[in-house]
């Protein structure tokens, strides 16, 4: 593994590098930790080259303000990442509120793009009217304003079905700890106010799936991702597990992504640059 920092618009994103192959980006939800996905990467390394960062003003990256974060910020940085380290075109993998990112960055720079693959979107706004799963984010933010950060955070962790099952890496918890102020005061605006560019994501060049766990059936982070699928005409697959099974199982969870990620990498018989002209 190989780190270091990708400068992009007033921010110092931090960053790892494992492994070799097409290149695969990892985009964290909450706490925006590269973290997250250390299990994961490891295992897909030995496919792909696998890029985890942690997100503008959480971690070990800068750019903290304050200041509401919008995600078309978050969609450039994810940007910024691909077209330094990867050459402009990266499959990408983002859980919940990476996952919204994703969507966000296939609209808005579908060029950097080979495929995408969202996991647990919490896209609440998909939801029909009256649904009480859409009142999510404005009863966290309520909650913010009385309680503060760490308020908010017992509530959201009480939210995610199997958190408290398994153990994090105690370098992770400490660093999530450290980003929920950012978390509910600078980035939960945008994934609140989120729905997806429809039109975009529909015409997209490329293979969008949408996906979520076989243990998060009626979850507020689950069902929208059903209902995205069914606007977009994406495909819909279950992952084995939680919300971040990755946390808890990352070989059981990194199996599902190298099946999805290698035929995106392959779709309709296209045969890779490098395999072009080989002797045997």
């Known amino acids: 593994m190989r780190s270091g920092v990708c400068e992009a618009d007033g921010a110092g994103l931090y960053y790892e590098v494992r492994g070799t192959g097409p290149t695969l980006l990892l985009i964290s939800g909450a706490g925006g930790d590269a973290g997250y996905y250390s299990g994961i990467a490891e295992l897909l390394s030995d496919a792909f080259t696998v890029i985890t960062y942690d997100r503008r003003g959480n971690s070990r990256s800068t750019g903290r303000s304050g200041a509401p974060m919008d995600l078309a910020v978050q969609a450039a940085d994810a940007r910024a990442l691909v077209d330094g380290l990867a050459g402009g075109r990266a499959l990408v993998f983002g859980n919940s509120g990476g996952a919204i990112i994703g969507l966000t960055l296939a609209a808005l720079h579908p060029e950097v ?105 009626g979850t507020y982070y689950a069902r929208p991702s059903i209902e995205i699928a069914r606007r977009i005409g994406a495909p819909w697959v279950e992952f084995p597990g939680i ?15 190298r099946v999805l990620a290698t035929q995106m990498h392959s779709r309709g018989g296209d045969v890779p640059p490098l395999w072009e002209g080989v002797s045997q």
Request: glycine share 12%; with cysteine; aromatic share 12%.
């Open 113 to 217: 793009m080979a495929g995408l693959i969202a996991h647990e979107p919490p896209a609440v706004n998909v939801l029909p009217d009256g649904d009480p799963d859409c009142g999510f984010f404005v009863e966290l933010a309520a909650l913010y304003e009385r309680g503060g950060a760490p308020a908010a955070g017992r509530r959201f962790a009480e939210t995610t079905r199997g958190e408290g099952t398994y153990r994090w890496p105690g370098d992770l918890w400490t660093r999530f700890l450290g980003n929920q102020e950012h978390l509910f005061g600078a980035e939960w605006s945008g994934f609140a106010a989120f729905r997806p560019h429809e039109n975009a994501l529909k015409s997209a060049p490329f293979p969008i799936v949408l996906g979520a766990g076989s243990e998060d059936r």
């Open 243 to 257: 919300h971040m099974e990755f946390l808890r199982d990352p070989a059981r969870f990194a199996a599902a992504v």
